[in-house]
């Protein structure tokens, strides 16, 4: 789900205040967010596009999600909408190349949107646990789907993915000598970055993509 973009018209306006705050309260920040302060999150995909990107890739490694989410817009269109999906059933989607589950979870989302079960248009007015709750009424989607959705998609401040593998390995590397951490040290860490939990967790996560190269 991440983009990164050098254009600081497409930075959250609330980046540069929070990446100040972090820099004066939290000392292994303020050694990360200069080596990474030409990129933020930005995206510009439609809520449904970004979620079944999400159902597609889960559990699969990028290149096979990749290589997933081609086939099924070869067939429902590079921008799918939910009634382009819903043209299909499961027999079809899985001749596409989508297993049986993610075929049903793919047609669930459309239902939801098609039906309007979901409120993206009220998203913006509602609170992050509620619109939580709204997309984990959707088969295949959980906590760490909807957390990466506020996070990639609606760019909310403040969210912590207490439950995302890259997050909590590059808090146990910078914060516990790569010790394993538990969710309440996690917690604790993170306390100290409120209220821009969001913007610390994408900079932890550089982090670890610079020890990657």
Not at 19 to 24: G, T
Not at 169 to 187: D, L, N, T
Not at 199 to 205: E, G, Q, R, S
Request: some cysteine; charged content about 25%; glycine content about 4%.
């Amino acid at each position: 789900m991440t983009q990164a973009t050098p254009q600081k018209a497409d930075k959250p306006d609330y980046w540069d205040e929070a990446v100040n705050y972090l820099m004066k309260r939290d000392r292994i920040l303020r050694k990360i967010i200069p080596h990474h302060d030409d990129v933020w999150l930005t995206s510009n995909k439609p809520a449904f596009v970004t979620l079944a990107r999400a159902l597609i890739g889960q559990q699969v490694s990028v290149q096979s999600a990749e290589t997933a989410w081609k086939k099924f817009t070869t067939l429902c269109g590079s921008r799918p909408s939910p009634a382009a999906v819903l043209e299909y059933d499961v027999e079809q989607l899985r001749a596409a190349g989508l297993s049986k589950r993610k075929s049903e979870y793919i047609l669930d989302l459309a239902v939801h949107f098609n039906e309007k079960k979901v409120h993206p248009a009220k998203w913006s007015k509602m609170g992050d646990e509620e619109i939580i709750a709204e997309l984990c009424s959707i088969r295949g989607i959980g906590r760490w789907t909807a957390d990466m959705f506020l996070i990639f998609n609606l760019h909310r401040p403040d969210v912590l993915p207490i439950d995302d593998q890259r997050l909590l390995k590059a808090i146990s590397m910078h914060y516990f000598s790569g010790e394993p951490v538990s969710r309440y040290e996690v917690r604790e860490v993170a306390q100290t970055w409120q209220p821009w939990r969001t913007v610390a967790t994408w900079y932890l996560w550089l982090s670890q993509d610079s020890v990657a190269k």
